[in-house]
C-alpha cells in the first residue's frame, strides 16, 4: 500500500500509520507539520499513529531547554500530543521528545532523557518510554560525529502497554540495533512494536531495511517504523524509507523520502497463524 492509496475514512482500530517528517529547527513549524499529518493519518482511517523521532525538536542546542519546559505542567509538546489525539480520536505514539525529569518524577540535572509518550484517544496519556541505547558513533556524512550521551541520559525500562491494535512495544531508533530490547518486548507480549526514529542517511540505507525485517521475523511481531526522511538541516540528511513490517518479515507499506503517511491493518489472525505454524518462541534453548 502506498503513501497515497485510496483508504477507507472510518477509522479501524487495528490500522496504524507511520507518518514520515523532514523535521527542522522551527519548533512551531514542525508542530504544524505533525499536526496535518496525524489529520491525514486519521482520515485514512488510522486508529493509531506513531511519529518520528525528534518530530518537534530535532536541534541538540534546543534539548535541554525544551526538556526543562516539558518536565513543567505548563508545557507545550506534550499538550499537543494530548490535544491532537483527543481532537482526531486517535491514539499517538509521541515518536520522541526531550523531558528534564525520569518516570519517577526526579529532575535530570545536566541532560534530558529522550522520551516516547503514548496517548489515548481521549487525549491522556497512558504510557512513556525513555530512550535506553544512545547514537554515540562515527559517520562518514556531513555532521560526523553523533554523541547522544552528551545530551541524554540513558532509560532503562521495557515498556509494553494494551492498545486498540494489539499488546505495543516501545522502542526508539538506536535501539534497532539490539536484540536483547525485542526479546524482553516479546516476553513480556507485545505483538507489534512502534519504532520512531531518524536514521541518518547513509546508516539507514546500510542496515535500516535489513534490521527491521530481522526483528520482525525472529521475534514474529509487526515493526511500526516511522522516521525522518530528507534534508532536516545543512549538515543532516535522515535516510526516511518508513515502514511497516509483518511478522513474516514483509514489507506491508514504504514511503521513501519525504513527509508522507504510510498504513497498514495489524491482523490478528495473521499473528497467531504465523506463530502456531512456526513456533520458534518454544524453539529457544538458549
Known sequence: M????????????????????????????????????????????????????????????????????????????????????????IWIVGGSLPIASRP??????????ACCFVYNSEGKEVGRYDKIHLFDAMVEDAHGQYRESDTFEPGDE?????????RLGLAIC??????????????????????????????????WHALLRARAIENQLWMVAAGQGGQNSERRHTYGHSMIVDPWGRVLSEIGEGPGVVTADLDPERLGEIRARMPVWEHRRL
Request: glycine residues 8%; hydrophobic residues 45%; contains cysteine.
Open 2 to 89: 502506498s503513501a497515497h492509496a485510496q483508504q477507507e475514512v472510518t477509522s479501524q482500530a487495528n490500522r496504524v500509520a507511520a507518518i514520515q517528517m523532514v523535521s527542522t529547527h522551527d519548533i512551531a513549524e514542525n508542530l504544524r507539520e505533525a499536526g496535518r499529518l496525524l489529520e491525514e493519518a486519521a482520515a485514512f482511517g488510522a486508529g493509531i499513529a506513531v511519529l518520528p523521532e525528534n518530530f518537534a525538536v530535532l536541534a541538540t542546542r534546543q534539548m535541554i531547554g525544551c526538556g526543562r519546559r516539558e518536565a513543567d505542567p505548563d508545557n507545550l509538546i506534550r499538550h499537543f500530543l494530548a490535544e491532537q489525539s483527543a481532537r482526531l480520536g
Open 104 to 113: 519517577d518524577g526526579s529532575t535530570v540535572k545536566d541532560r534530558v532523557r
Open 158 to 166: 521495557v515498556v509494553v502497554l494494551d492498545t486498540p491494535a494489539g
Open 174 to 207: 538506536y535501539d534497532l540495533r539490539f536484540p536483547e530490547l525485542f526479546r524482553k518486548l516479546r516476553e513480556q507480549g507485545a505483538e507489534w512494536v512502534s519504532l520512531p526514529s531518524a536514521f541518518t542517511w547513509n546508516t539507514g540505507d546500510a542496515h
